[in-house]
């Protein structure tokens, strides 16, 4: 591939049910999944069991062979560019990413990724809450071939520190200054160990102004060394 991104075609795969359908029933609620052959998207639609009526959820179906995420995601960007891929509420205000902004925020952390030495089989290690931005950083590594590792938020530097070592984990991408501060912690644990944490990318900058340890960089900042990379790299 002639840059980080073209790993998004590229891929393990893996065998994708036939066509099937299901109805449960879930509470007061009546969910029918249906899928089309192929790696269609699950298609959802949810009706109320009493007199009430509700609006139902149907998104269109993307006819596509992609046995992998990335290039699932792919097929979706190019199928249905505008439409929305993910949503997070944000101070009360709902915050929307179309599936073209997905491919393209991906693809520029794929690249940041690259630019770091971040290779096919390594591992990236993520760790925080269920944040858009980690969601895509997993897709990123799967596109380089490399491994995501999520990891318990809420474990303690001396429980994290031995999963860090045995999966042997070099890069990290973590949610805020809490996870910052307790991967610094792990690095230092880990001193005369190989491998060894070299680089913790976080999202939220809150309370991190200051630090400049080695390694340590923003999401924005890996994003924009993966636009720059993706220019020499074409």
């Excluded at 029933?25 to 029918?32: E, K, L, N």
């Excluded at 999944?33 to 149907?58: A, C, F, K, L, N």
């Excluded at 809420?154 to 501060?181: K, P, S, T, W, Y």
Aim: with cysteine; glycine share 8%.
């Amino acid at each position: 591939p002639r840059n980080a991104f073209q790993f998004l075609r590229i891929g393990c795969a893996h065998p994708v049910p036939d066509g099937r359908t299901a109805e449960r029933a879930v509470g007061g609620m009546a969910m029918r999944h249906r899928e089309t052959p192929g790696s269609s998207v699950p298609r959802i639609v949810v009706g109320t069991t009493s007199g009430r009526q509700s609006e139902s959820y149907d998104p269109a179906t993307v006819q596509t062979p992609a046995p992998t995420f990335p290039r699932l995601l792919l097929a979706h960007a190019e199928a249905q560019p505008e439409a929305p891929a993910m949503r997070e509420k944000d101070l009360g205000i709902w915050q929307t990413w179309s599936w073209s902004a997905v491919a393209q925020e991906v693809r520029e952390t794929a690249c940041g990724l690259a630019s770091l030495g971040f290779r096919p089989f390594d591992n990236l290690a993520i760790v925080g809450a269920n944040r858009p931005h980690l969601y895509m950083s997993v897709v990123a590594a799967q596109s380089l071939r490399g491994v995501p590792v999520p990891l318990y938020q809420d474990a303690v530097a001396g429980e994290m520190v031995f999963m860090l070592q045995d999966a042997g984990i070099e890069f990290v991408i973590v949610e805020d200054q809490e996870q910052v501060d307790k991967l610094l912690e792990c690095r230092e644990m880990q001193q005369g160990k190989q491998p060894g944490i070299r680089y913790i990318v976080y999202d939220d900058p809150k309370g991190l102004r200051h630090y400049d340890q080695p390694g340590l960089l923003s999401y924005e900042q890996l994003r924009e060394r993966g636009r720059e990379f993706d220019k020499t790299h074409v």
